[in-house]
């Protein structure tokens, strides 16, 4: 299994969207930081949260955190800009590869149709 965000998909794409709303691009480090404990916390508790849920929470949290007011323009245009990141360069020709030694793969997260659950179980 693979963790999708930041080891397959380039999250550096977001940075022009926190610069604007944060007024430095460092803040995505933060954002992404948040991010992953709350999904550990989702994860260990076994409790589900859509990762777009979790991003949103992290994004309101990291600008508390921040003292910076978000504008709801630049809270969608970064939570619109986590559905459409791009892949790290190796990831394409990596998958292939393992798809032709034989391994099952999801759909390609270079294209995904929504965003990945953080867990694999339904709620209930």
Request: aromatic residues 8%; glycine residues 6%; negative net charge.
């Given at each position: 299994m ?15 969207h926190f610069?604007?709303?944060f ?6 480090q ?9 999904a550990?916390?989702?994860t260990v508790?076994?409790?589900?949260s859509e ?32 559905r ?17 030694s034989?391994f099952?793969l999801?759909?390609?997260?270079t ?6 659950r ?6 209930g």
């Amino acid at each position: 299994m693979f963790v999708v965000n930041e080891t397959l998909l380039d999250l550096s794409s977001l940075d022009p969207h926190f610069e604007r709303a944060f007024g430095d691009a460092s803040a995505r480090q933060i954002w992404f930081l948040q991010v992953l404990q709350s999904a550990l916390v989702a994860t260990v508790t076994d409790a589900y949260s859509e990762f777009g849920t979790v991003g949103a929470a992290a994004l309101e949290m990291t600008a508390e955190r921040l003292n910076v007011e978000l504008s709801e323009e630049d809270r969608q245009k970064i939570l619109s800009g986590m559905r459409e990141l791009p892949p790290q360069p190796e990831v394409p020709e990596s998958l292939d590869r393992l798809r032709g030694s034989g391994f099952r793969l999801p759909p390609s997260p270079t294209r995904p149709n929504r965003w990945p659950r953080l867990n694999s179980r339904t709620p209930g």
